[in-house]
């Protein structure tokens, strides 16, 4: 009994954020797409109610997701508040970053020249391509013999 509730004091609590008059944006990566709030703040980054280095535990992705507002030189004056579903971490992260670069487009049109020159503000499209019939994967096919 006393090792259930020490597991569940592990676990980090999620927090009920106000963003009313925060700008809102879209981002999506793969199978991931991400609901983005952006309002003036003190550099905080939320994603699905948890700290973002809780939920991005990989320094790697991380990064990616403040990439936007270190690149814009804002990382400091921007709250961001993000629901993320669908897709794995990376997908994720990359989801958000669209969703941050568009959402801070919105909030200062001067950043868009800055974004667009990483190529923030565009989707990434490639997805996992379909399997076929008569293929093992995408395009590998079974191993040929001729006997």
């Known amino acids: 009994m006393d090792q259930t509730n020490q597991q569940s004091s592990d676990k980090p609590k999620k927090i009920k954020l106000d963003f009313k008059d925060s700008k809102y ?17 003190s550099g905080n ?7 973002m280095n809780e939920y991005f535990k990989r320094p790697v992705h991380q ?15 921007y709250d961001v508040k993000c629901s993320v579903k669908g897709g794995g971490l990376s997908g994720q992260a990359g989801a958000i970053i669209l969703g941050i670069s568009k959402a801070l487009i919105s909030h200062d049109e001067n950043l868009k020249k800055i974004l667009k020159k990483d190529k923030l503000t565009t989707r990434d499209s490639r997805v ?5 019939y008569g293929h093992r994967k995408a395009r590998r096919s079974f191993q040929f013999s001729k006997r």
């Open 25 to 41: 944006a879209t981002g999506r990566r793969k199978r991931s797409i991400a609901k983005v709030w952006v309002k003036k703040g």
């Open 45 to 51: 980054i939320h994603v699905n109610g948890l700290k």
């Open 63 to 77: 990064i990616i997701v403040t990439r936007p507002l270190e690149i814009s030189a804002v990382a400091t004056s």
């Open 128 to 132: 996992v391509e379909r399997k076929k």
